[in-house]
């Protein structure tokens, strides 16, 4: 009996305490973790009473949440859960399931609450607009109406020149003008943006106008990419007139290089496939564009000249070559340049080298010439143009640049030095040996050796001769020198050799007079020989002439004639 009544006791031990007026103490947690101190089983129950809506919040005291919880359809509990500084402070229910921590009436009004609060958090959240410390045109424009927009912008752009001309040119493609106006819309606007960016032609001027240019290319491009042809030609050409018109290539290698890149983006759309009608009315506007105005190709290998004549038909070439030609000038290094590569895609160059025989007599048209044409003839074929162009030149004086052209072209070539010496004359080898020799460097012993094969071969003496003076080669001279025969090639020998072979050259000289002497009498014979030793007075075979003569009057001191010839010579 004793111990029923103990057990008792224990058991009524908490309602006991709260109903004297002493709180069980109880642990405070955070509010989202509610689950993990309550059993399994208890939040089930609690989650039945949810779902029946049996757990409703029926006041707020400060930080108290007064909950109504009904048990059966008749009878209900009150709650009442602390809930201060995001975490649960305190609870209680009215029921005697409390006393033994948590019932299921707690669970579902925390599970209520916890709802609650998350709920107000979201909210809370999608409502809270972060503080600026400043304007900006981004949020601005997030907040702003697309109505109220439109209306600021067609206000604005009254007052606002700079705006206006932003916005036409940013959006001109959108808006399609009759065919006799479109293709003249983005001339307009370039004109009007540039008259507001620039009061002067400065760099800073340039650089402004350079980057408008390319955001409009970038638009082409854009355009061409979509196959909107029309525009897309209507803004290249706009470009191209703003700057062919105004000469901006002229006078900025930023805009050259703009207006580059502007002639390839013509190249692309004028490759491509569209409409033969529309692409026959571009050819036309354009040609009748570089017809009009001085058009000034911003570079000889890609310009308008060469795009036309590459995709144009038979009328459209013949009109850019008669104006190319009617315009034909050194100064227009470009625009002569375009001719020649027009000529050499028409394999037309040969037939039509006198075009340009009034710059034969101008080095700087032979490097334009040479520059132009390198890489697009096979070698046998540019050797014909290279003999061409020499029968055209020889009269001008200008053979030497010429051979300097060629020459610095035809080095890597194994029998570039073979066909020079054989296709151009004597004098004109000479001139020429000596610029290979410097363009070829250490390659030209090779050249060297062909050179010499060569004129033994035709046995050309003055070729050899010239060939071994250049290498300051004695030995091959003196050896040259013992073979001759001929007084006159004896002598041209001998002017070669080095002065510290004197005491040889002078045996073989002498022994050359003496034969010479020996084989003519006579006046003749008198006149060649005063002739010969005034010859070597001009180089240093002067020093020889003494001894010579010395040896003339004792060998032949009988012949008048001759020792008169020698009279002003010492002895």
Not at 216 to 225: G, V
Not at 269 to 285: C, M, N
Not at 296 to 325: C, H, T, W, Y
Not at 343 to 348: D, I, L, R, S, W
Request: with cysteine; net charge neutral; proline share 2%.
């Amino acid at each position: 009996m004793l111990q029923e009544v103990c057990c008792l006791v224990l058991k009524e031990l908490p309602y006991l305490y709260e109903l004297s007026g002493r709180k069980m103490l109880k642990q405070t947690f955070a509010l989202n973790n509610y689950s993990m101190y309550i059993q399994q089983d208890v939040l089930h129950e609690a989650q039945q009473l949810v779902q029946n809506n049996w757990v409703e919040l029926v006041e707020v005291r400060d930080d108290i949440h007064v909950f109504q919880v009904k048990n059966t359809e008749t009878e209900s509990y009150e709650v009442e859960v602390q809930f201060a500084r995001r975490k649960v402070r305190n609870y209680t229910c009215d029921c005697l399931e409390d006393r033994t921590g948590f019932c299921r009436h707690i669970a579902g009004a925390l599970m209520v609450l916890d709802r609650k609060k998350q709920k107000e958090t979201k909210q809370r959240r999608r409502s809270h607009k972060p503080s600026l410390k400043s304007l900006s045109t981004r949020s601005i424009l997030h907040q702003v109406s697309d109505q109220e927009l439109r209306q600021f912008l067609l206000q604005h752009a009254q007052l606002d020149e700079r705006l206006a001309v932003a916005l036409k040119t940013r959006f001109a493609h959108k808006i399609d003008l009759h065919e006799e106006y479109n293709h003249q819309k983005y001339y307009q606007l370039l004109r009007s943006f540039w008259k507001l960016t620039a009061a002067k032609r400065s760099v800073s001027a340039f650089k402004k106008l350079d980057r408008h240019l390319r955001e409009l290319l970038a638009l082409s491009e854009d355009l061409l990419a979509r196959e909107d042809i029309r525009e897309a030609y209507a803004l290249l050409f706009g470009l191209q007139k703003f700057l062919m018109v105004g000469q901006f290539s002229q006078q900025s290698d930023v805009m050259r290089a703009c207006e580059t890149e502007l002639c390839q983006q013509f190249v692309n759309l004028l490759g491509s496939e569209y409409s033969p009608k529309l692409k026959s009315r571009h050819f036309t506007e354009l040609a009748e564009l570089i017809e009009e105005g001085k058009y000034v190709p911003p570079d000889p290998a890609l310009n308008l000249f060469l795009a036309l004549f590459q995709f144009g038909d038979r009328s459209i070439r013949n009109q850019i070559e008669e104006k190319l030609m009617s315009s034909i000038s050194l100064a227009d290094e470009a625009g002569l340049q375009s001719l020649i590569a027009i000529f050499v895609q028409q394999e037309a160059i040969a037939t039509k080298i006198d075009v340009f025989e009034p710059f034969f007599g101008k080095l700087k048209f032979f490097q334009l010439f040479f520059q132009t044409i390198k890489g697009t003839y096979a070698e046998e074929d540019f050797f014909d143009l290279a003999k061409l162009l020499y029968d055209r030149v020889r009269g001008a004086g200008t053979a030497q640049s010429l051979f300097q052209q060629v020459a610095s072209i035809l080095t890597d070539n194994a029998y570039q030095l073979e066909w020079h010496l054989t296709h151009f004359d004597k004098t004109h080898q000479f001139e020429l040996l000596p610029i290979v020799k410097r363009l070829a460097g250490e390659r030209w012993h090779t050249h060297q050796k062909k050179a010499e094969a060569l004129f033994l071969a035709v046995d050309d003496f003055d070729g050899l001769v010239k060939l071994y003076a250049m290498d300051e080669n004695n030995v091959k001279l003196m050896d040259l020198l013992a073979q001759q025969k001929d007084l006159e090639r004896l002598l041209e020998c001998a002017a070669h050799v080095t002065a510290d072979h004197a005491k040889e050259v002078l045996l073989l000289v002498q022994n050359g007079f003496l034969t010479y002497l020996k084989a003519h009498v006579g006046y003749p014979s008198a006149q060649a020989v005063a002739e010969y030793l005034r010859t070597m007075d001009q180089s240093w075979l002067r020093r020889l002439v003494p001894d010579l003569a010395m040896a003339i009057r004792s060998e032949y001191g009988d012949r008048k004639l001759l020792i008169k010839s020698l009279a002003g010579q010492p002895l």
